[in-house]
């Protein structure tokens, strides 16, 4: 599970821009295979933690009706160029990843 | 030395004998963060139960305070951009439902003090319906909705 987030995080005026892009399959489990007419078990994200200096920002729950290979963005304020923001996930299988970037 | 070695060594195995001890005993739950995730909330097959279970109300305010993006037609309804953006101080959550989805709610958003009231986002759709976003701020509920128009379906095969 490595490198499955991509994160930018710009400041700008005071807001800082947090743009990611995470590689997941966010499957529903309502979708079958053709071959074998099974039902492909459920596989997404249930969690998104992201932090800035230690600090969380914002926290996601998502579901399954949430894209495939992700991307979300959101701004806030109260950081400065060099500051740290850590973004991290966790999926219905316990499966997870993280990242830490610097805001530019 | 060798026996400043065993003493660490003594102390490391005894610390993690404690710990595996808390988790055994469930103490620790190796999982917390996924403690907090909303199952029933994401298992509910209406937007008024979704809403009841996740913010405790269904009791929604149509607001032009809170601004909601997303195309009139989706192409493709795998992959339906929406972003929201609310001019209401003090907000705590921006929620996203898509109404007919088997599951209407899609993801919700918990804001940190410092964070604007604005997501960005792609969700899936199953057939043509609103989506509506919900925005959570002095316990009250904001929302904002739009019939979007889905051409081929995301959530079957």
């Known amino acids: ?104 | 030395m060798t026996n400043m070695k065993r003493r660490t060594f003594l102390k490391g195995s005894l610390a993690v004998g404690a710990l595996g001890v808390a988790i055994g005993t469930g103490l620790v739950t190796p999982r917390v963060v996924l403690a907090a995730w909303p199952k029933d909330a994401f298992k509910a097959t209406t937007v008024n139960d979704a809403l009841k279970s996740l913010l405790g109300s269904s009791a929604l305010m149509g607001s032009s305070k809170v601004k909601l993006k997303a195309p009139d037609i989706a192409e493709n309804g795998a992959v339906v951009p929406v972003s929201v953006t609310a001019s209401i101080d003090g907000v705590d959550s921006i929620t996203i439902l898509a109404e007919k989805n088997l599951n209407p709610l899609a993801a919700s958003f918990k804001l940190g003090p410092g964070t604007e009231p604005y997501i960005s986002t792609r969700i899936k759709m199953g057939k043509t319906s609103s989506v509506i976003a919900v925005v959570k701020a002095g316990g009250k509920l904001y929302s904002t909705g739009k019939q979007v128009k889905v051409t081929i379906g995301g959530c079957g095969g």
């Not at chain 1, 992201?50 to 290979?69: E, F, I, M, Q, R």
């Not at chain 1, 963005?73 to 990242?99: C, H, M, P, Y």
Request: hydrophobic share 30%.
């Open chain 1, 1 to 104: 599970m490595a490198h499955t987030i991509k994160i930018r995080a710009r400041i700008s005026g005071g807001v800082t821009t947090v743009k990611t892009l995470i590689s997941h399959p966010m499957e529903t489990g309502q979708r079958k295979n053709k071959k074998t007419g099974k039902l492909i078990p459920a596989h997404y994200i249930q969690e998104v933690t992201c932090l800035h200096n230690g600090k969380t920002v914002l926290d996601a729950y998502w579901g399954p009706a949430v894209s495939k290979n992700p991307y979300m963005s959101f701004r806030f304020k109260g950081a400065k160029k060099g500051d740290k923001v850590t973004l991290k996930w966790v999926d219905n299988k316990g499966q997870s990843d993280s990242i830490e970037t610097q805001i530019r």
